[in-house]
């Protein structure tokens, strides 16, 4: 087998770049390419992605075999050695471990590439350490990315993960204010993933297997009070009831702050405004 070793949140240009390497070394050695990433984080770091959406995006690019490890209290007392003898090795037997340069393991981190890369010549493994990833002489980080797409900044998030920010979510009963306004909306529950910035969005939608289009509200409705903030999808010439199904919200372009409405014709006036926009952005 040959596997890559990471946790792999975001799934970033510099995720992307291991991967990429991973599975086209394992398709040269006809053998098993397989992932191994942890869950949750082991640092504690708010979620870009969650779970599920991480490892869908794993499969998008070719891996075999994607393994969790669920990083318990227990597991973290793991040294150094014990993981790469009896999980990575005994587990998996890898011909060949690609992991990033800052790549660190083991029981308070104390593992790091250099220590690897003993145990590589321990155990009979090949190691490929990859370079971490740039753009415009700045590293690529799960840090910097969660940053800008919280201020909503969807662009220049989208520049380092080198796809469109997504946000995966289940379909949920809201208060029918979408349907009673003439827009009918899908409120959506994320899953435990970071979302951009209050706003109104042109967005993508992948929902059972076909990409719509529509427009995505994040935020606290203008004309409800004391209501918690929420996440609304109008989808383009769409009518069906999806509650409790799945979809994926491709941001493609920030169009607008949220505001107050003194009315609900006003609200409607500038919702009218807004698809027509979004239908522009996406053509």
Do not use: W
Not at 217 to 223: C, N, Y
């Amino acid at each position: 087998m040959s596997v890559a070793i990471g946790i792999f949140d975001g799934m970033h240009l510099g995720h992307q770049f291991i991967i990429k390497n991973l599975v086209r070394f394992a398709k040269r050695a006809k053998s098993k390419s397989v992932v191994i990433t942890f869950f949750p984080h082991p640092a504690k770091e708010e979620s870009l992605l969650s779970l599920g959406h991480r490892l869908k995006l794993i499969r998008s690019l070719g891996v075999d075999i994607c393994a969790v490890i669920f990083f318990t209290k227990k597991f973290s007392q793991v040294s150094a050695e014990e993981f790469v003898k009896n999980i990575l090795v005994k587990k998996f037997n890898p011909r060949a471990v690609f992991v990033g340069e800052n790549f660190t393991f083991g029981k308070n981190a104390r593992g790091n590439v250099k220590l690897l890369k003993d145990f590589s010549v321990k155990y009979d493994f090949s190691l490929n350490s990859m370079p971490m990833q740039k753009v415009r002489r700045r590293v690529i980080s799960s840090t910097r990315i969660r940053s800008l797409i919280k201020k909503g900044k969807i662009e220049q998030a989208q520049n380092l993960l080198g796809r469109r920010v997504a946000v995966l979510g289940t379909v949920i009963r809201g208060s029918g204010l979408g349907r009673l306004l003439g827009v009918p909306t899908a409120n959506v529950n994320p899953h435990h993933e970071v979302l951009p910035g209050d706003g109104v969005y042109a967005v993508r939608i992948n929902l059972n297997g076909k990409t719509l289009r529509g427009v995505c509200f994040i935020g606290k409705v203008s004309i409800l009070k004391n209501r918690p903030a929420r996440i609304e999808a109008h989808i383009f010439n769409f009518r069906k009831k999806i509650y409790g199904k799945d979809l994926e919200i491709l941001f493609v372009k920030r169009m607008r702050n949220t505001r107050r409405y003194a009315s609900k014709e006003q609200l409607i006036g500038q919702i009218k405004k807004d698809i027509k926009k979004a239908k522009i952005i996406l053509k």
